[in-house]
């Protein structure tokens, strides 16, 4: 599975959007970008995920850029209860495989 | 959604006795299930895979015979830490995958601190 780099935190003032950035550029073909978060002492948590094609649900939207080699989670409105470690995996959506999590970015929502 | 429900949240027990970590898919078929742990600001590092009726994967320096891994139904798999140490304290969590889970296709439990003493 491709490698991701993320920036090992950030600051988001709550009410604010959080635009949480990923790098996969050895993305291939056939793998998906997941998104989890995890808030502290509690197992993560899925948000979303993707192909190619920008994706929304009532958590977040994620923005895949054309060559695929990066892509955005967006908080819409973020609130206190958002401030976690976000993960952005990239696997491939066949087989048994285990999702292999990087450090992540700490996000901090500030009232 | 799909459930996975992870006991105990806390333990915490001698050096040298053994503790049982027990997850339970609660509305899908587990087929497979991954165990991670996770030590203070640290990811979550893999420490192994068992596919329901086989015998578990271990990841490169998790001793097989010290975690202890039984996957023996579609909606249990348990780890247990044989003859525990202080070194083992971490944050255990299971994730589980089958059949009946929705598009998502892992589903965590709420893992387990453990603490020796």
């Known amino acids: 599975d491709a490698k991701t780099t993320q920036p090992t935190s950030m600051d988001c003032a709550e009410g604010r959007a959080a635009n949480l950035p990923c790098n996969h550029s050895?993305?291939?073909?056939?793998?998906?970008v997941y998104w989890y978060r995890q808030i502290h002492s509690q197992g993560p948590q899925y948000i979303i995920h993707?192909?190619?094609n920008n994706e929304t649900n009532e958590m977040a939207s994620l923005i895949i850029t054309e060559d695929r080699k990066s892509s955005t989670l967006i908080l819409p409105h973020a609130t206190l209860r958002d401030t976690a470690v976000y993960y952005c995996i990239v696997r491939g959506n066949s087989g048994n495989t285990p999702l292999v999590f990087g450090k992540g970015t700490r996000l901090s929502v500030i009232a | 959604g799909a459930v996975v429900s992870q006991h105990p949240s806390r333990v915490i027990c001698k050096s040298g006795t053994s503790v049982k970590i027990e997850c339970r898919s609660l509305?899908?078929?587990?087929?497979?299930m991954f165990w991670y742990r996770q030590f203070p600001k640290q990811s979550l590092m893999l420490m192994a895979t068992s596919n329901e009726g086989s015998k578990a994967t271990y990841e490169q320096g998790v001793e097989k015979d010290k975690f202890l891994i039984n996957h023996a139904s579609l909606t249990l798999s348990t780890l247990t830490v044989t003859s525990a140490h202080p070194e083992d304290s971490s944050f255990y969590i299971c994730?589980?995958?089958?059949?009946?889970?929705?598009?998502?296709?892992?589903?965590f439990g709420s893992g387990t601190r453990l603490t020796v003493v």
């Open positions: 050895t993305i291939s073909g056939n793998e998906y």
């Open positions: 509305d899908f078929q587990a087929t497979t």
């Open positions: 993707g192909l190619k």
């Open positions: 994730s589980a995958r089958g059949y009946g889970q929705g598009n998502n296709g892992y589903t």
